[in-house]
């Protein structure tokens, strides 16, 4: 029962088997990016868009998804019903709307097979 108890104390100060402190498991050469809204594509509205997506995710997420307007509209509306997001006031959603439109437009499918966009209807 007692080693149990050093196990536990050990793993809580970090210590590893060997005595020494453990140390987190990084890739070499890993080179963690900031995620600020100059990442994105320069424009109107990119601030106030960047900040309302990444309140709850990260941006590439956004930015490997194209959409054409009427899609970004709906991807909107899908945060709002399914997941909660505030709805943004009209003038807002036009902000978010035109912003992602412009900078992250409809592409057209991988050839091959790959990541298919799930916003994007199949054909």
């Keep these: ?3 149990w108890g050093l196990l536990a ?4 100060l970090g210590i590893g088997a060997a005595g020494a402190p453990a140390q987190a498991q ?17 424009g109107e509205g990119r601030d106030e868009t960047f ?10 997420l956004i930015t490997r998804i194209g959409q054409t307007r009427e899609q970004w ?6 945060m709002v019903s399914k997941h909660g997001m505030p709805a943004p006031d ?17 592409r057209a499918p ?3 097979g ?10």
């Design 1 to 3: 029962m007692r080693s």
């Design 9 to 12: 104390a050990a793993l809580m």
């Design 26 to 42: 990084t890739p070499p050469n890993f080179q963690p990016q900031a995620e600020t809204p100059e990442a994105w594509p320069a």
């Design 51 to 60: 900040y309302m997506c990444t309140a709850c995710h990260a941006t590439g």
């Design 73 to 78: 509209n709906g991807v909107i509306d899908l």
């Design 90 to 106: 009209a003038r807002d959603r036009e902000i978010f709307v035109n912003y992602l439109a412009a900078a992250f437009p409809l």
């Design 110 to 112: 991988a050839q091959g």
């Design 114 to 123: 790959g990541w298919r966009n799930p916003f994007q209807p199949t054909r």
